[in-house]
Nanobody, 124 residues
Framework: QVQLVESGGGLVQAGGSLRLSCAASGRTFSSYAMGWFRQAPGKEREFVTFISGNSGYTYYADSVKGRFTISRDNAKNTVYLQMNSLKPEDTAVYYC?????????????????WGQGTQVTVSS
């Protein structure tokens, strides 16, 4: 059974940094795209970034470009999200997801498996 487990969330002051991790189990994911999404209270889930499988191509939402960095360690079946220069508007539950179709997409329905989410709160 496929499982994704996020960790690394927490409370941080504006301008600070956090590093999220997402560990996958149940399958080898090295060839699949993995993405990060976030959802703030009362808002729809929104795309943050994805990283492709073998080539490691990355793409970011404009709101996080230059501040967030996605990376993956295929040997550990883990994807990371380094978040720097955090802003209060980054406050949300962050989810990782896998697209087993290998499609590179910013749309949530393009992803097949999701983690439970980790809370990130940025205080002003």
């Amino acid at each position: 059974q496929v499982q994704l487990v996020e960790s690394g969330g927490g409370l941080v002051q504006a301008g600070g940094s956090l590093r999220l991790s997402c560990a996958a189990s149940g399958r080898t994911f090295s060839s699949y795209a993995m993405g990060w999404f976030r959802q703030a209270p009362g808002k729809e889930r929104e795309f943050v970034t994805f990283i492709s499988g073998n080539s490691g191509y990355t793409y970011y939402a404009d709101s996080v470009k230059g501040r967030f960095t996605i990376s993956r360690d295929n040997a550990k079946n883990t994807v990371y999200l380094q978040m720097n220069s955090l802003k209060p508007e980054d406050t949300a539950v962050y989810y990782c997801a896998i697209a087993t179709s290998r499609a590179l997409t910013i749309v949530p329905r393009g992803y097949d498996y999701w983690g439970q989410g980790t809370q990130v709160t940025v205080s002003s």
